[in-house]
Structure formats: structure tokens, C-alpha cells
């Protein structure tokens, strides 16, 4: 099975970037559709971006769309989020989230990922 652990959370002022990263070991990332979800304090763990099996993703249209991209590094067995004009309301816990019964479709429940990293905060000044 996979293990994921993220990465490249932190404090950033509004309208900056970060990039997050999900590293996989145990097993091959491209054998799972990954999922990268958020949850704030006292909210629950939404959907944020998704990569499937075969490579093509989808982000939430609501929230992060055409400011969050999601992309997968083979080399490197890693998926990241790379997050662009931040607002103090992506403040949140983001985890990566491993789902191997799935190919092209993505699912954005939580309760379909059976695998998940630890979470990286992030938070978003004014």
C-alpha cells in the first residue's frame, strides 16, 4: 500500500503562492488517482484538485479553479499543488489523499480515498 507524506505548507501573505508537495513511497503514484482536499477549523475536508491514473485533473470550480494546478512528477513519485493567488480563506489543514480503485474518473468524497497523508498547514495573512 502507499504511505503519502506533504509537504510545503506554511505562512503566506494574500495574493502569494505556494506549492505543495505528496510524496508516495510503498508504491508507484501513478497506480492512484491523488486527490489533494482541505479542511478548516470547525468546516469539513473539502475537494480541492485532483490527478488521475492517466494524468488528467480537475479542480474545484467554486474555489480554487484558475488558481490551483495540480501535477505529478513520475521521477520523483510525488503530486503537487501548486497554489497562486492566495486568499485568507484557503487558510486550512491540506491533505493528499490516494485512491486506487478508480482510472479516469476522480471522485471528490473523501470517503472514497483510502489512503492519506498527515497534512500540511496553511495559512493566509492579510
Known amino acids: 500500500q502507499v504511505q503519502l507524506i506533504e509537504s510545503g505548507g506554511g505562512l503566506v501573505q494574500a495574493g502569494g503562492s505556494l506549492r505543495l508537495s505528496c510524496a508516495a513511497s510503498?508504491?508507484?503514484?501513478?497506480?492512484?488517482?491523488i486527490s489533494w482536499f482541505r479542511q478548516a477549523p470547525g468546516k469539513e475536508r473539502e475537494f480541492a484538485a485532483a490527478i488521475s491514473r492517466s494524468g488528467s485533473t480537475t479542480t474545484d470550480e467554486d474555489s480554487v479553479k484558475n488558481r490551483f494546478t495540480i501535477d505529478r512528477d513520475n521521477a520523483n513519485n510525488t503530486v503537487y499543488l501548486q497554489m497562486n493567488a492566495l486568499k485568507p480563506e484557503d487558510t486550512a489543514v491540506y491533505f493528499c489523499?490516494?485512491?486506487?480503485?478508480?482510472?479516469?474518473?476522480?471522485?471528490?468524497?473523501?470517503?472514497?480515498?483510502?489512503?492519506w497523508g498527515q497534512g500540511t498547514q496553511v495559512t493566509v495573512s492579510l
Open positions: 489523499a490516494a485512491d486506487e480503485n478508480r482510472y479516469y474518473s476522480m471522485s471528490r468524497s473523501p470517503a472514497d480515498y483510502a489512503y
Open positions: 510503498g508504491d508507484t503514484v501513478s497506480r492512484y488517482v
